[in-house]
């Protein structure tokens, strides 16, 4: 619910404002916290201040919403970047919607069940990252910071990102209206998915087990694979050793010594001395 005619802050951008904003009476200086909520008008704690009551007013001079202002909005700087986000993800799906009603409608492996929609899109170390859905693939998709210009990614070329659950290739792509982008494929073809709606929860739910760090055994199998390789060396190396010494063993009993040759081999060898060595 946005608030007609508000003109405390950003000229009555209301949209510029968050749920956690304080706000402030501008006649008397009189503070809304969304925490609190207003026990005078018996507003429960955890109500933003777009959501209060149209007829609302301020508490202690009886000021209209409409003369309240942003006193501070911890909340600010998380809803600019995900409208910065919004931004890129509409122009990302406007390209892959066009790209199938221009070139992939007819191909015979789409799922034409199936729509292209972004899904569950968040900021995660400033850069938006979500699940793409199409009749044709379904990918998670990284998309640039703020500042950042990937316009030059090479389409094609692959990197390795990690995640709590593990690493995954992403393959660089770019568009002509989102711009540059990374891709991690999913599923494709994506003729397993009966309906959109399970297609989206399939989404929401990979992005819910991307951060899991008990995923990782069964995401990233490099240390246990580097594990089994130092094993399979090791035994290796053993038998090796083993195979030495037997050889040895058998080149020792292929040549007697002189004590055996005199007695036919028929005496025992005994500990060599100093009068062994002066014979």
Same mark, same amino acid.
Request: aromatic letters at 8%; glycine letters at 6%; proline letters at 6%.
């Given at each position: 619910?946005?608030?007609?005619?508000?003109?405390?802050? $950003?000229?009555?951008?209301n949209?510029?404002?968050?749920?956690?904003?304080? %706000?402030?009476?501008?006649?008397?200086?009189?503070? $809304?916290?969304?925490?609190?909520?207003?026990?005078?008008?018996?507003?429960?704690?955890?109500?933003?201040?777009?959501?209060?009551?149209?007829?609302? &007013?301020?508490?202690?001079?009886?000021?209209?919403?409409?003369?309240?202002?942003?006193q501070?909005?911890?909340?600010?700087?998380?809803?600019l +970047?995900?409208?910065?986000? +919004?931004?890129?993800? @509409?122009?990302?799906?406007?390209?892959?919607? +066009?790209?199938? &009603?221009?070139? %992939?409608?007819?191909?015979?492996?789409?799922?034409?069940?199936?729509? @292209?929609?972004?899904?569950?899109?968040?900021?995660?170390?400033?850069?938006?990252?979500?699940?793409?859905?199409?009749?044709w693939?379904?990918?998670?998709?990284?998309?640039?910071?703020?500042?950042e210009?990937?316009?030059?990614?090479?389409?094609? *070329?692959?990197?390795?990102?990690?995640?709590?659950?593990?690493?995954?290739?992403?393959? &660089?792509?770019?568009r002509?209206?989102?711009?540059?982008?990374?891709?991690?494929?999913?599923?494709?073809?994506?003729?397993?998915?009966?309906?959109?709606?399970?297609?989206?929860?399939?989404?929401? *739910?990979i992005m819910?087990?991307?951060?899991?760090?008990?995923?990782? *055994?069964?995401?990233?199998r490099?240390?246990?694979?580097?594990?089994?390789?130092?094993?399979?060396?090791?035994?290796?190396?053993?038998?090796?050793?083993?195979q030495?010494?037997?050889?040895?063993?058998?080149?020792?009993?292929?040549?007697?010594?002189?004590?055996?040759?005199?007695?036919?081999?028929?005496?025992?060898?005994?500990?060599?001395?100093?009068?062994?060595?002066?014979?």
């Amino acid at each position: 619910m946005s608030v007609a005619g508000f003109e405390g802050s $950003y000229m009555g951008a209301n949209d510029r404002i968050s749920d956690q904003a304080i %706000m402030e009476c501008k006649i008397c200086w009189t503070p $809304y916290d969304p925490a609190e909520g207003d026990d005078f008008r018996q507003v429960l704690p955890g109500t933003p201040f777009s959501m209060l009551p149209e007829d609302w &007013h301020c508490p202690n001079c009886d000021a209209p919403k409409e003369q309240f202002m942003v006193q501070t909005d911890p909340g600010a700087p998380a809803m600019l +970047e995900a409208r910065r986000i +919004e931004e890129q993800v @509409v122009k990302l799906t406007a390209d892959f919607r +066009e790209v199938w &009603h221009s070139k %992939m409608r007819d191909v015979p492996l789409v799922n034409k069940a199936l729509s @292209v929609e972004a899904v569950g899109f968040v900021s995660h170390e400033g850069r938006g990252l979500g699940v793409l859905v199409s009749p044709w693939f379904m990918n998670l998709i990284m998309l640039p910071r703020e500042g950042e210009d990937w316009s030059t990614l090479v389409p094609g *070329a692959k990197e390795n990102i990690d995640f709590p659950s593990g690493t995954y290739e992403f393959i &660089h792509n770019v568009r002509e209206m989102g711009g540059g982008y990374k891709a991690c494929s999913l599923f494709s073809p994506m003729g397993d998915f009966q309906t959109q709606m399970q297609a989206t929860d399939v989404a929401r *739910a990979i992005m819910m087990e991307l951060f899991k760090d008990e995923n990782r *055994a069964e995401t990233d199998r490099k240390s246990e694979i580097r594990a089994g390789r130092e094993a399979e060396l090791a035994a290796v190396e053993e038998a090796e050793a083993a195979q030495a010494a037997e050889d040895a063993r058998v080149e020792e009993m292929a040549q007697p010594t002189r004590r055996k040759l005199i007695s036919a081999g028929l005496a025992e060898d005994a500990p060599r001395d100093a009068a062994d060595d002066a014979e």
